[in-house]
Structures are given as structure tokens and as C-alpha cells.
């Protein structure tokens, strides 16, 4: 009903404010009720031009209900709807920050926190009675270095960047908002394995180019790699890195496709694909089915372009056969410059319900286990990993860090830093802020010009929280972080810190047989000629 109510609120007090008008020169008493229209119909078409928010833009007049509805403050809104702490996947405390940093808008939250410290898995950071000086430029100061010694071309990257959203899932208008605010802050932009579309290179913003099964962007007419396409999009100078998707925590193991209906001229220009036909995803890829062509794919993409950052992005599923990569990275001696870690807690994908809630390794564990496999294999230092998965807050950013991340990556971050509302419809074609749809009409709410500003703000705000949060533990840099920096509660009267709960490998442990029992087991198990292990385990965590 709201959907198809959008404009006709303000049609009808313009057709309201004429009729009354009319009438008021029959009786003076209609002249009342036309000023009242008339000031109605003002707004409206105020709030239908103006940049700033979407749902106006899209819903003038009836849209500021919404906005009431926050203003009534948090009592109205826990007592009839939900409370600060709760709601999912995001609570309204976590909504609002986002959406304050993205504003540039004071953050603080007056009377204490409302969480439970005391219950059981309240996880919280320690601070140092010798805090540090904050940078002066956080986003300038907090870098990292990815390329690996086999790497040409290593880039400089920022501690957080847009993670992977492909256009077609996104809107164009969300694409170039994304890629012009990660331009404004020099931070990279993930393309999503929808391919390198020409929103992503509009505005010059570092580019990320994930490949993913379906190889679009360098995609042969039978649907396989094509050395040749990949080459000529990867030597473009606003592609820094190659991500190879392996798994995502929103649906591991999942294809699909993308009905006809959907590739549109500018999605199948985008993808390489005909327009109007179905487009499949397998759910494997076509370039490699062992851990060893894996490694050979790794060297190939490389070469192809020109010594470039080549890595892989993973949702940990068995933990064998992420050690058999790592085996066949040693045995080939071609080594990824970077993992990204993704946790099972989902992102910005839709997916069936049984793959959000029950396949994936949750990003803690995930992260923990590619960490100290590659410090127990001894090359941890040849590699860097990046982490994702609901880090859109500094002390979530820390977590992550500490486990051994290098860097983090946000999809959904960045979608409320667009306007997303967590309405949750983005697989329906029908995003009521123009942030997951290719509807044109629908499109006009997200401003280009103004929520690029918003990414770069929630960017910039962002690290220059993590960096006030790191140097009131009395470090430099985030990379200082260890384990030991975070604790957990795991009872009412017992609380762990992140090292006793994830005990880290000593160097090339697993080579030497000597790491704990049941990941020696795996790594004993895990085998380079294909991803099959040859038996199950128990436990990895």
C-alpha cells in the first residue's frame, strides 16, 4: 500500500489545494483549509527536490512520519516497537551511529551503556592507564601494505574499505556514490563479483575487482575465464587488487541466477553476458577444482595482471580444506598476497534462510583459524588478511585486528552510509531509498553528490574512532593489537580474554608437528590433490 501510495500524497494535496482555492470564492470559510493544503502541497514538493533525505524524496509529506516516529525520542519507539539494544541484524544503536558518522553528526550517547555486561559473551577491550596521542590524520596515518614478495605492484590501503557488492545488486546511483566517497578518502571499493562496471570506474576510485564464478568481466561465451578479457580489465589503472571469490558468508556454496528479465543493457554490458538471457552462477569455479590448480590460478592472475595484489576471499566452511590451500601454496611455492576472511554471519546478498543461518564459519572463529594456520605454517608474514563481516563500528573493527586481520572490509556500513533503512527488501526490486534496485523511479531518492560525502564521512569517522579506541589501550597502531587486548565473558563469574579462548600457534608449528592436537590432525589430514579430506573432524575451535 505505501509502495504504491510514494508521490500520490503530494498529487493529491496539490489537487486539494486547487479545489479549495475554487471554492474559497464561493465561501470565505474554504480559503482556511486551501492555505492549510497549500502549505501541505509546499512540503511536499520541497521534500520531493531536495537532496539530503531519501525517503522524502521518494515519500514527500507522508515520509516525515517516519522521522516523528524517531523524534517521539527512544521511550515511543522501545515501548511500541523495539529498544535501543535490540533488533536485528542491526540494533538502533548501531544504526544511529552509523548513520551519525555518516552525517559528521556528534556521536556520544549519554547515561552508560544499556548491554548487559554481565551477561554471558559481553565482550569488551582493555584500556591502559598510559593512553597515546591520537594521529593527527588517522586515515592517512592507519595503513597497510598488501603485496606479497611475489607481488610487482603492492598497494597502500586504508585499515577499512567498501566491501564487495556487485552492480545490479546495488543501483548505479549507490555504485557511484560508493566509488566517488572512496575517492574523497582514499580508501578502495570492492566491486562484487557482478563484474567492473563503468559506475565503478566514474569516479576514479581504487577499484578491488573481485572474480567470482560466473567470471564476469572476463567471461568467454561458454561462461568460462577468459585470459585475454581478464588481461585488458585488470591493466586498468583503477584496479589496485584481485580478489578471487571463493566463498561468501551470505550463502556459501550457493550460485545462481540472474534471471533475463534483470540483465539489462548496462548489467550485461557490465558482466559480458547477453542482455535479456538468464545468466548462471555455478556454485564452483570452472578455473580450478584442486587446491593445486587453485595456486596455479593465484600465479596466472598475477601474471596476467602485471604483478598486482592477488588474493581470495573465504567463508571457512571445513577447516581441512583451507588447510590443504595453505599445503598447496607451500608445495607450489605461489604464495596469495592476501585472504579476506568473511564470517557466516551473512552480508549484503540474499540468500536462502537455511544458508544465513546455518553454513558459515562465524567471522571470530573463521579469522582465528586462517590466522594461526598461516603462523603455523610459517608464512604469515608473506601474507596480509583482510576480515568482513558486520564490522561497521571501531571496537567490532578491533576485534577483528586482534585476531590477526590486517585490514577490514563493510558492505553494509557503507549501504546505511548511502540511506539503506534496513528495510530489508533488497532482493525485491523495490528498495524504498533507491540503494538496492534498479528502478529508475525509485533511484531519484539516493543524490550521488551528497551520499558520496556520507561514505567518505562515515570512512573518515570510522578509523578516527579506531584510532581513538587504540590509543586508549596505549598503542600506535592498530597492528599492535594482539588476543590479548580483548576479553570475553563466558560465564557470570569467569572472563576470558581472546587469547585464552583462540591460543595462538608458535611459527611453523604445524610443519614441525607440533601445534595443538586437533589442528595438527587437520593439517594431517588435509590434502593438496583435491579439497575432499580423507576423514571428518570434531572440533576446531
Known amino acids: 500500500m505505501i509502495e504504491n ?21 464561493v465561501h470565505p470559510i474554504y480559503w482556511i483549509f486551501a492555505i492549510a493544503a497549500g502549505l501541505l502541497s509546499l512540503v511536499g514538493i520541497y521534500d520531493f527536490f531536495q537532496p539530503r533525505h531519501s525517503i522524502l524524496r521518494n515519500y514527500p509529506i507522508i ?36 548513520y551519525q558518522r555518516a552525517k559528521s553528526v556528534p556521536d556520544e550517547k549519554p547515561f552508560g551503556t544499556e548491554l548487559d555486561v554481565y551477561a554471558d559473551g559481553y565482550t569488551f577491550m582493555l584500556h591502559s592507564v598510559a593512553p597515546h596521542p591520537v594521529p593527527d590524520d588517522p586515515e592517512s596515518a592507519l595503513r597497510v601494505t598488501i603485496g606479497g614478495p611475489q607481488c610487482e605492484h ?15 545488486a546495488l543501483g548505479k546511483a549507490a555504485v557511484r556514490a560508493m566509488n566517488s566517497g572512496a575517492k574523497m578518502g582514499n580508501f578502495a571499493h570492492d566491486t562484487g563479483e557482478g563484474g567492473l562496471s563503468k559506475y565503478h570506474l566514474e569516479h576514479g576510485g581504487d577499484i578491488i575487482w573481485q572474480v567470482g564464478t560466473g567470471y564476469f568481466g ?31 558468508g551470505a550463502k556459501p556454496g550457493h550460485g545462481g541466477i540472474l534471471p533475463g528479465a534483470k540483465v539489462t543493457e548496462e548489467i550485461a554490458e557490465a558482466r559480458l553476458v547477453p542482455a535479456g538471457q538468464d545468466v548462471f552462477s555455478p556454485t564452483y569455479h570452472k578455473a580450478f577444482s584442486t587446491p593445486m590448480e587453485m595456486t596455479a590460478f593465484i600465479a596466472q592472475l ?58 558459515g564459519t562465524p567471522l571470530i572463529e573463521g579469522l582465528s583459524l586462517v590466522h594461526n594456520t598461516l603462523v603455523g605454517a610459517g608464512i604469515r608474514d608473506k601474507i596480509k588478511i583482510g576480515a568482513s563481516g558486520k564490522l561497521v563500528s571501531a571496537s ?25 533503512i534496513q528495510s530489508q527488501r533488497c532482493h525485491t526490486n523495490k528498495c524504498p531509498v533507491g540503494v538496492t534496485t534498479q528502478d529508475a523511479r525509485l533511484q531519484r531518492a539516493l543524490v550521488v553528490s551528497d551520499k558520496a560525502v556520507r561514505v567518505h564521512n562515515f570512512h573518515k569517522n570510522t578509523v578516527h574512532a579506531l584510532a581513538e579506541l587504540v590509543a586508549a589501550m596505549g598503542l600506535d597502531h592498530p597492528r599492535e593489537l594482539t588476543p590479548y587486548h580483548v576479553a570475553k565473558r563466558v560465564s557470570h563469574r569467569e572472563v576470558l580474554t581472546f587469547g585464552a579462548l583462540h591460543p595462538g600457534f608458535t611459527p611453523n608449528s604445524l610443519i614441525e608437528g607440533s601445534a595443538p592436537d586437533r589442528f595438527q590432525l587437520m593439517w594431517d589430514l588435509a590434502r593438496i590433490e583435491d579439497f575432499k579430506p580423507e576423514q571428518m573432524i570434531t572440533s576446531f575451535g
Open 5 to 25: 501510495a510514494r508521490t500520490k500524497v503530494l498529487w493529491a494535496a496539490l489537487a486539494l489545494t486547487i479545489a479549495l482555492v475554487a471554492l474559497g470564492f
Open 63 to 98: 515520509g516525515h512520519m517516519r522521522f516523528m516516529l524517531e523524534d517521539a525520542g527512544p521511550e515511543l519507539h522501545q515501548y511500541l516497537v523495539e529498544n535501543d539494544t535490540d533488533g536485528r541484524p542491526f540494533n538502533r544503536d548501531t544504526r544511529s551511529l552509523m
Open 154 to 168: 603492492p598497494y597502500s590501503s586504508s585499515l577499512l574499505n567498501i566491501s564487495a557488492m556487485s552492480f545490479g
Open 218 to 248: 572476463c567471461r568467454a561465451e561458454d561462461g568460462n575465464f577468459d585470459p585475454e578479457l581478464f588481461e585488458q580489465n585488470a591493466a586498468r589503472p583503477e584496479v589496485k587488487m584481485i580478489e578471487i571469490k571463493v566463498s561468501q
Open 302 to 359: 598475477r601474471e596476467l595482471s602485471g604483478g598486482k595484489p592477488v588474493g581470495f576471499k573465504i567463508c571457512i566452511g571445513n577447516p581441512i580444506e583451507f588447510m590443504a590451500i595453505v599445503k598447496a601454496m607451500i608445495e607450489s611455492g605461489t604464495l596469495p598476497d592476501f585472504i579476506v576472511v568473511d564470517g557466516g554471519e551473512g552480508g549484503t546478498g540474499a540468500a536462502p534462510l537455511e544458508f544465513s543461518n546455518s553454513l
Open 396 to 420: 567490532a573493527m578491533g576485534e577483528a585486528l586482534s585476531l590477526g586481520a590486517d585490514w577490514c572490509n563493510s558492505a553494509r556500513g557503507f549501504m546505511f552510509a548511502v540511506g539503506c
